[in-house]
């Protein structure tokens, strides 16, 4: 490969760099493959390979060693056999689902959902002729019900955005099972180290990545990972035509970040901890919505399911609107931004922005109201977090 003539011009030179061929040791951190294709010495290696997830790396969009090593950590973190990290979260979202659903298919989905993919899945009804039927994120009686002959697949949240509603994962996939249709999680709110949703029955697990996996508010992904060797080689096929892979940096800072994910898990969720509690007996405070604590009607199911509460949950202000409005501009450490999942605390309004799509009646029915403040709470010391706060409720 590197033997091109020493007495080449240096036009000739300066295009073929050599490459020093690494013996005797090994890099300690995953290197970027910074490149959009694989040469080869073998033709009939490279024709073969073209159409395989598990042959040579040949073509960026197919797969690049970075990016492999990403999917690879977090399908062993799930416990699945295999991913596709993607460009988004939205991207592995529509993936799986376009890859798995064709015109005329019939879908069910959780009613509290992540906003793009409630606005997807609107998207797929009113331009593709899919149907979809809303259940509650908890009632298998109500997915059995839902349930006909051209139904594929059933979408959950393990965690959802942002009431914190956890998903009955082992009652919603066990009908799932038993009925011969496919379960979809978005697990991003949970990470796998909070929850593993294949451990419930699911068949495909997914993540944006941008949130908890990379963890340092600088990269944007996704990845879909598989239960299925069968599944993820279809939907394998699907991504390349679809063009929605990873990028090989954004793969390498969400490896960086996952390296740490264990530790700052454990901040964000006793970080949250002590602003839930302290904020449920605070005056200003009408209700807290999050997982952990007893009032909240997922407490329960959480306590099974997950190994922590998760760092994400909303609280009511007594002044409605105008309270939220004040509260988002008097926070001084916290800061007013979208994205979750980072180490910086971050805080919205949903009811004027994550949420604004929604109408007066469904934001009702999904519980968020006109003084609901979403709060992404980060790694910093809880008590510098908890005297932001105090005084913007002040
Ligand atoms: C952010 C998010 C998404 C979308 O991910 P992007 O990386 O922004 O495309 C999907 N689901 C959940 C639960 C999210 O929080």
Redesign the pocket.
Known sequence: MNDFPPDARPETKTVHVPRPVIEGSSPISMPIYQTSGFVFDDPALMAESMGRPDGAYVYGRYSNPTVRALEEAVAGLEGGTAAIATG????A?NLVLLGLLKPGDHLVAQRSL?G??AAMLNELVGRFGFTVTYVPENDPAALRAAVRPETRLVYL?TIS?PMTLVADLPGMCQVARELGILSVV?N??ATPLLGRPFEHGADVV?H????YLSGHTDV???IAVFADAGLYEKVWHFAIELGASADPFAAWLTLRGLQTLALRMERHCSNAHLLATRLAGHPAVTAVHWPGLPSHPSYELAGKLLSGFGGVFSFDLAGGREAGERFMKSVRLALLAP???GVETLVLHPATTSHRALSAEELRRSGIGEGTVRIAVGIEHPEDLWADVAQALA
């Open positions: 988004s979260g939205m991207g979202i992540y793009g993919t949240e955005n978005d991003t709110f997914l944006s990545t941008t949130k944007v992904g996704g994205s979750l999942g």
